[in-house]
């Protein structure tokens, strides 16, 4: 057992189609940005190439992080508490307690539709304990809401 790897976890790990949806998001201004770029170094030569070179390393890193990522973001229910985990360089084990959970909400834009994923968001009393969960297969996104609802609300008519 580790700060990052409690004892008892068993990690759900988001789906794949999280990194295309994220891809496209920020890869598409990126892309027009080294049009816009390449034009004049094609027109004028010379150092203008610096700038779609810079832009160009600037979409290869970006591509890199987002699907590395993507592959360390998880959840695991356990028996009193949800677990989130995320981030690879700069790791991140949220631990939401059922008891404490306000409500949960599945949110899903047209390009996360368009992709069969969604985003099961988690409130509580304290804003700082929140969670989100990204790029849940949405009939699973739908599962886990009412899962994790009927959990909490078990949870609560305990105390």
Known sequence: MTWFEPEGASWTYVDRRLIPARLLSFGIPLLLLLVA?????????GLVWLAPAAVAIIL???SWIV?????AHAWAEREDDLLVKRGRMFKRVTVVPYGRMQFVEVEAGP??????IARV?????????????AGVPTDEAA?????LTARGEATLAGL
Do not use: E, K, N
Not at 111 to 116: C, E, N, T, V, Y
């Open 37 to 45: 770029t390449a034009v004049p170094a094609v027109m004028f030569g």
């Open 60 to 62: 290869l890193w970006t």
């Open 67 to 71: 699907v590395r990522q993507v592959g």
């Open 111 to 116: 390009l996360a539709r368009a992709f069969g």
């Open 121 to 133: 968001q988690l409130h509580t009393a304290a804003p700082g304990t929140d969670a989100s969960i």
């Open 143 to 147: 599962r886990l809401r009412d899962r």
